[in-house]
């Protein structure tokens, strides 16, 4: 079935080091959207960055993401962290941009030191 | 931004009894979802309503789940009975095309 994988657990990084968040995934969909949401502490799940074009990179609040279909990977970088970037993670697959179901990898938890 | 909310926060329940969570969605969306999270595992999709009616359920929508959204109020997933496995974290979020999610309601069932 269709599923996510994404970095393992906590990533722990010095503020100003560049930020990679790993994600890939299996489906059977031919036109995959992927999503990245954010989950700061009490707060609810937000979205982050989506894409469904292959190789185009997409961007928000410094954050970037390119869809490569050929590795099946949705990466998420940063160039430099921030403090305010700690949180947790989610990398999520669907079969349409809107309406459908999400499929969610494990998350990963970013913890930015000073 | 837009803001769902989620009514408990907390809910503690013994096992067999009926529990019943509610989500008020953003007011202007249409789509609906329940998504389930255990502790330490991925949110899973339970389920999502449109018009009055399921349109899609994953394996983990039991019998004993039913959702609902009566006279546009609020979206709710009862469960009943409960079983000690329905302990976790149950998300909602709405939609007209992106999802927002609320911030979750922790079921612990005893």
């Known amino acids: 079935g269709d599923s996510v994988t994404q970095t393992e657990g906590l990533v722990t990084l010095t503020e100003g080091l560049p930020v990679m968040l790993n994600c890939t995934y299996q489906?059977?969909?031919?036109?995959?959207?992927l999503f990245w949401y954010v989950q700061h502490l009490n707060e609810s799940p937000r979205l982050l960055l989506k894409?469904?074009?292959?190789?185009k990179r997409t961007e928000h609040q410094g954050f970037h993401a390119t869809l490569h279909k050929s590795s099946s990977s949705f990466h998420l970088q940063k160039s430099s962290a921030q403090l305010s970037d700690s949180a947790l993670y989610y990398c999520a697959l669907s079969d349409r941009y809107n309406q459908g179901k999400l499929i969610f990898g494990q998350g990963t938890k970013l913890s930015i030191k000073p | 931004g837009p803001k769902v909310l989620q009514i408990p926060s907390h809910q503690i329940i013994d096992m067999g009894q009926m529990v019943t969570l509610n989500c008020d969605p953003v007011s202007n969306h249409l789509y609906f979802y329940w998504y389930k999270q255990i502790l330490g595992q991925q949110m899973e999709f339970l389920v999502n309503?449109?018009?009055?009616?399921?349109?899609?359920k994953s394996k983990l929508f039991k019998d004993q789940f039913s959702v609902e959204r009566p006279d546009g109020s609020y979206f709710t997933l009862k469960i009943q009975p409960t079983a000690l496995e329905d302990s976790a974290v149950y998300f909602c979020?709405?939609?007209?095309?992106?999802?927002?999610f609320g911030p979750g309601t922790r079921l612990t069932v005893l």
């Open positions: 979020a709405s939609s007209l095309d992106e999802q927002y």
């Open positions: 309503f449109y018009n009055g009616k399921v349109m899609e």
């Open positions: 489906t059977i969909y031919s036109n995959p959207f």
């Open positions: 894409s469904f074009t292959d190789n």
